[in-house]
């Protein structure tokens, strides 16, 4: 296939794809890092390299496409409408399937298993501990294999276990049920988190990923409403043995949806045309992250590792992580201490779920505005830590019923922090093996947490559950001085790559388009800042001998390596 036409405003001359020579013939040393390793397969590729590059040398011509606008809208709009649906209704299921216990222990969980002291605890913990457990393997296997194969084979998995814990009548058969749904559920985010580095320009990241995130909120909402139409539901089974059943079964149908119309990568969607596929792959360029190489490598691994990066990630993914799961466990027990009903207590957590999804998308559009993620997670920081000075201060009776709530549906603004270190950390992060080894090490973070944080509360200190809500108020005001620590550190790299890049004789300064808005104007200029050198050194004029921003981008470099990658802050 030649260059789709339709697409191309300019054809620019890319070196050829094993290009490794500097401007004077001899290669340099993170040139040299890059391709250690991997012997050449059959279609000359060296083992690592990034799928897009074998596959735009075929299809491209070898040659550099620029996308229009248009083009790229339109593409953007297909990609929107398959993939994003599947992923919204995925995570929708898994936050119905963790919430399952939470809305079964107000219809006589905790009284027919007699669950006693920290037990129930236990219960939300145990699904993050297999989280936990699951996450080094996980990192392996979405390098190795189809990653939308696998995720649906996880999501039908999972469904098993949740449609199978309606079987189980005590402590025991509770805790291995929900530790198989926790093995399965594992492979969600971090498969989420590469789809998305996949599908989706830096810019468009961050919104997308609040977007499947934030079914977290409309499960608090919708499965609020449907748990209490189930609860009403006369029959021989139990309340909470009919709600494991109903959303188990749902789970398993919709894993076969996932399967069929979920493909594995842009290069191998039926639903784009081959000129399309160009154009999805190609206007990931800029992202300087790659797509999918499927061949792990160890120095990718060893970077994670090493790089302070990954931990700080860890950290604030912890520190959020903490208070979510107390909260997603115990929220509907607190509210109860605030002396409603069982089913006024599942209805009055219906807005949480709405302020959890207004907090997740406004956050995420806060931040693609101004082209920054920490100050917004530091203000998101502030309301929570209000909720729980309120919750932790006032006496609970009727006469405060009003102002209790208010400081309960203040705390439920933390869940837009998570999709937001989410997208911060992707977003900053390049190579398969690297994305792959840093998520599983950020998700870690967040297993460990959500293991924490449910046994932080115990029914013993009902109803003012100080020890917990106490930690979660430390927490959101270490997450703010975590995030000044995070950005200083980032500008300190930006730093670091632009003098390395004068080093090799290019410009100082790149300006990164993956973060700018799709229009005409915003191609324009960025045509022109390709074409155009002054004494700001804000572009390079480039022949067919040097090398450009974007020309190494599907070469499976990691951030570290490529001196043009630019670090979001």
């Keep these: 296939m030649g260059a789709p036409s339709a697409a191309v405003t300019e054809i620019e001359h890319a070196p050829p794809p094993d290009a490794d020579a500097d401007r004077d013939g001899t290669r340099s040393g993170t040139h040299q890092q890059a391709h250690k390793g991997g012997d050449e397969d059959e279609e000359g590729n060296r083992g690592g390299r990034d799928i897009a590059a074998t596959f735009l040398a075929k299809n491209a011509a070898g040659q550099r496409i620029r996308v229009t606008a248009a083009d790229?809208?339109?593409?953007?709009?297909?990609?929107?409408?398959?993939?994003l649906p599947l992923m919204l209704t995925v995570y929708f299921l898994q936050g119905l399937?963790?919430?399952?216990?939470?809305?079964?222990?107000?219809?006589?969980?905790?009284?027919?298993?007699?669950?006693?002291?920290?037990?129930?605890?236990?219960?939300?913990?145990?699904?993050?501990?297999?989280?936990?457990?699951?996450?080094?393997p996980l990192a392996w296997l979405l390098v190795r294999l189809p990653i939308a194969k696998f995720t649906s084979a996880m999501v039908l998995c999972w469904g098993i276990s949740l449609a199978c814990m309606a079987a189980a009548h005590n402590f025991g058969g509770l805790l291995a049920t929900r530790f198989f749904l926790g093995v399965f559920e594992a492979s969600v985010a971090p498969s989420f988190v590469a789809i998305t580095q996949m599908w989706w320009r830096r810019r468009e990241q961050t919104?997308?990923?609040?977007?499947?995130?934030?079914?977290?909120?409309?499960?608090?909402?919708?499965?609020?409403?449907?748990?209490?139409?189930?609860?009403?539901?006369?029959?021989?089974?139990?309340?909470?043995?009919?709600?494991?059943?109903?959303?188990?079964?749902?789970?398993v149908a919709f894993s076969f949806v996932m399967l069929t119309f979920m493909p594995d990568s842009p290069i191998e969607a039926k639903f784009l045309s081959d000129d399309d596929k160009v154009i999805a792959v190609e206007r990931l360029r800029m992202n300087q992250m790659g797509v999918i190489s499927r061949e792990w490598s160890n120095d990718h691994l060893k970077e994670a590792l090493l790089d302070p990066k990954s931990w700080l990630w860890f950290a604030l993914l912890f520190s959020i992580s903490v208070p979510s799961g107390g909260i997603s466990t115990f929220g509907p027990l607190i509210i109860e201490t605030f002396g409603f009903d069982r089913?006024?207590?599942?209805?009055?957590?219906?807005?949480?779920?709405?302020?959890?999804?207004?907090?997740?998308?406004?956050?995420?559009?806060?931040?693609?505005?101004?082209?920054?993620?920490?100050?917004?997670?530091?203000?998101?920081?502030?309301?929570?830590?209000?909720?729980?000075?309120?919750l932790m201060v006032l006496p609970r009776d009727a006469s405060h019923r009003a102002?209790?709530?208010?400081?309960?549906?203040?705390?439920?603004?933390?869940?837009?922090?998570?999709?937001?270190?989410?997208?911060?950390?992707?977003?900053?992060t390049a190579g398969d093996t690297k994305k792959k080894c840093t998520n599983a090490i950020l998700l870690v973070g967040q297993s460990t947490g959500n293991v924490i944080g449910p046994l932080l509360y115990t029914q013993n200190e009902a109803p003012g559950y100080t020890r917990g809500l106490r930690s979660n108020l430390g927490l959101y005001i270490a997450i703010i001085v975590l995030v000044g620590i995070t950005t200083a550190y980032l500008k300190m790299l930006n730093r670091d790559h632009a003098t390395r890049r004068v080093a090799l004789g290019k410009s100082a300064v790149i300006i990164d388009t993956s973060l700018d808005a799709e229009s005409p104007q915003a191609a324009e200029t960025e045509n022109a800042r390709n074409v155009e050198e002054g004494d700001a050194a804000i572009g390079a004029v480039?022949?067919?001998?040097?090398?450009?921003?974007?020309d190494r981008a599907f070469e499976n470099l990691t951030d570290m390596q490529n001196e043009d990658f630019v670090f979001v802050l």
């Excluded at 009055?348 to 302020?355: A, C, D, L, R, S």
């Design 343 to 390: 089913f006024r207590t599942i209805l009055f957590n219906i807005p949480f779920g709405f302020v959890q999804f207004v907090a997740t998308i406004g956050g995420a559009f806060l931040a693609q505005k101004i082209k920054m993620k920490g100050p917004v997670i530091a203000l998101l920081c502030l309301p929570p830590i209000a909720g729980c000075v309120m």
């Design 207 to 251: 919104v997308r990923t609040s977007y499947w995130y934030a079914m977290n909120g409309i499960t608090n909402m919708f499965g609020s409403l449907i748990t209490y139409g189930l609860g009403h539901i006369e029959s021989e089974l139990r309340s909470y043995q009919i709600i494991f059943l109903f959303f188990g079964i749902i789970t």
């Design 97 to 136: 399937d963790k919430a399952t216990l939470a809305y079964a222990s107000v219809f006589g969980l905790l009284q027919d298993t007699r669950l006693a002291g920290d037990q129930f605890g236990w219960l939300g913990s145990i699904v993050y501990l297999a989280q936990l457990v699951m996450q080094p």
């Design 403 to 428: 102002p209790l709530l208010v400081g309960y549906y203040l705390i439920s603004v933390y869940p837009g922090i998570t999709p937001l270190i989410y997208s911060w950390a992707s977003q900053n």
């Design 72 to 83: 790229s809208a339109r593409v953007l709009r297909r990609i929107d409408v398959v993939i």
């Design 542 to 550: 480039y022949n067919d001998e040097m090398e450009r921003p974007g």
